[in-house]
């Protein structure tokens, strides 16, 4: 349940931000072990040196992401927010999402 929460307000942290956004399409699956896999495409309207701003400095993560943000560039990185800007994001209610690159 919490994950689909935690999906849906990622969903619309997206739509709101790239409201320029051309078209949305929906490439989720289910893995062969049975989880189900949320995952949208959309091309927004900037270069892509924005774009990448936007994904790697925790000031701008903060604008579309969450109130808190933090992220760790590298191989087996992740990043992780918090929706409660009055925590931190050492606090339980941090939020860590796996980066696959």
Request: hydrophobic share 45%; with cysteine; net charge positive.
């Amino acid at each position: 349940m919490f994950l689909k929460k935690f999906s849906i307000s990622i969903l619309l942290s997206l739509c709101i931000f790239f409201t320029k956004a051309q078209t949305v399409k929906n490439t989720s699956y289910v893995t062969s072990t049975g989880e189900k896999v949320l995952r949208l495409e959309l091309i927004v309207p900037v270069d892509r040196k924005t774009a990448w701003k936007y994904f790697t400095k925790n000031e701008l993560l903060t604008k579309w992401i969450a109130p808190l943000a933090h992220i760790y560039l590298k191989t087996g990185g992740f990043i992780l927010t918090n929706y409660n800007k009055d925590k931190s994001l050492d606090d339980s209610s941090a939020i860590r999402i796996s980066l696959i690159i």
